[in-house]
């Protein structure tokens, strides 16, 4: 029966990234996946976690199975780090997942048996993953328009004309919390206000992707679009990744979060998660909810991962500045990047240009001009911006 098989396309930023790790050249310099880098162009081990994983390896007694919606104690520093010290968890039902790729599938699993009919929207850019993991969970999806027509900033009429229009009671309406994948435009928080204005108006769902707390201005900060959200939507989901913040990109840590409006449904909601969860992963892996409960537990180490979260966030404003000013020099106005937000920007460059800097230069970006900040250094960025200038000239 195999033989039938045919050959399926690419994942379009992976893919990438394969070719990338195929590639010869000693200069080579990949800005296409998301994950953080350091100046040296490596992926730190945050201390915080080294530190943890030496306690949780003197500490730990067992390596039973968890829960299926995971440990208590991952469970509430979650909600507090999400939600906040004061919300009222009895309304609160959350499940760690692997990843926030989990999350969103577990959240999506969920509503497609509580919401026959709904149908999601997505962002147009958004995740490239996005449709295919609702789609996969039985949704029809939809994208509404984000982007204005240079691809510099927000269409916020567009967004919300579509919405109101076209949208209907029951929809569910997939939402970037902070560090828009794969633009880095966000919202202003009065926008949010009129998204929530609009979403409550209408009856549609948020579902909000909560991928790069801390990443944009803070860990704080970044949850504000959730609790202006809270304001007029007493139901809510979020799907929280710690891959980012934390470093922890092979462990898969995420959280489903959904929000209820009163104590009353959430055993029942969290039962339902628990038959998603059960019939497609069981139950989540242990090494990576550890490192985030002890972190998060942990007032010394929780105060120490807040600053690395910080000098994370420092340095990705750091390399979208040199871009900037490195731009300038060369008779290029960036000067638009500097509305965007953690790791990722879209340059403008189109699909021709994104192929010649990578055919000609080894500089890897994504097709549409996407790059991940985070990837640049201090000694690649003379290079990469006299590449991006030779590249806009094509």
């Not at 979403?199 to 949850?223: I, N, S, W």
Request: charge should be negative; glycine fraction near 10%; charged fraction near 20%.
């Amino acid at each position: 029966m195999f033989e039938h098989f045919s050959l399926a396309p690419p994942d379009a930023i992976l893919g990438l990234n394969a070719v990338y790790e195929k590639d010869p050249r000693a200069g080579k310099l990949n800005l296409t996946v998301g994950v953080f880098k350091d100046d040296e162009g490596k992926t730190p081990i945050l201390p915080s976690v080294k530190l943890a994983e030496a306690k949780i390896f003197q500490e730990q007694k067992s390596k039973g199975y968890l829960p299926i919606e995971g440990g208590r104690d991952f469970i509430d520093q979650v909600n507090r780090l999400v939600l906040g010290d004061g919300f009222e968890m009895a309304r609160v039902a959350t499940a760690h997942t692997p990843g926030g790729t989990g999350a969103l599938r577990a959240g999506a699993d969920t509503l497609s048996k509580l919401l026959p009919g709904a149908r999601f929207w997505v962002s147009n850019p958004t995740w490239a993953n996005h449709n295919a993991v609702f789609q996969a969970a039985g949704f029809e999806t939809l994208s509404y328009r984000y982007l204005n027509a240079a691809k510099t900033g927000l269409d916020f009429d567009g967004m919300l004309g579509q919405l109101s229009q076209e949208g209907r009671q029951g929809d569910v309406v997939c939402l970037h919390a902070c560090c828009h994948n794969p633009t880095g435009i966000d919202p202003t928080v009065s926008q949010w206000q009129e998204i929530s204005d609009l979403l409550a108006k209408k009856k549609m769902l948020p579902f909000v992707d909560f991928a790069y707390q801390g990443f944009g201005d803070g860990l704080l900060e970044d949850a504000k679009p959730i609790s202006v959200l809270m304001q007029q939507h007493p139901e809510l989901v979020i799907c929280a990744s710690f891959s980012k913040n934390f470093g922890l990109y092979s462990e898969r840590v995420g959280a489903l979060i959904m929000v209820s409006e009163s104590a009353g449904p959430t055993e029942a909601v969290l039962s339902q998660v628990r038959t998603a969860i059960r019939c497609n992963y069981s139950n989540p892996p242990r090494h990576g909810e550890a490192i985030v409960a002890t972190i998060l537990s942990d007032p010394a180490l929780s105060s120490q991962w807040r600053t690395e979260v910080d000098q994370m966030r420092s340095r990705i404003h750091t390399m979208r500045s040199a871009l900037i000013q490195g731009m300038q020099a060369r008779g290029r106005d960036f000067g638009f990047l500097a509305d965007q937000k953690g790791m990722f920007s879209y340059t403008g460059l189109n699909p021709m240009q994104a192929d010649w800097l990578r055919n000609e230069k080894g500089i890897y970006i994504v097709g549409t001009g996407r790059i991940n900040v985070a990837g640049l250094t201090s000694t690649s960025m003379d290079a990469v911006c006299d590449a991006i200038a030779h590249a806009s000239a094509v």
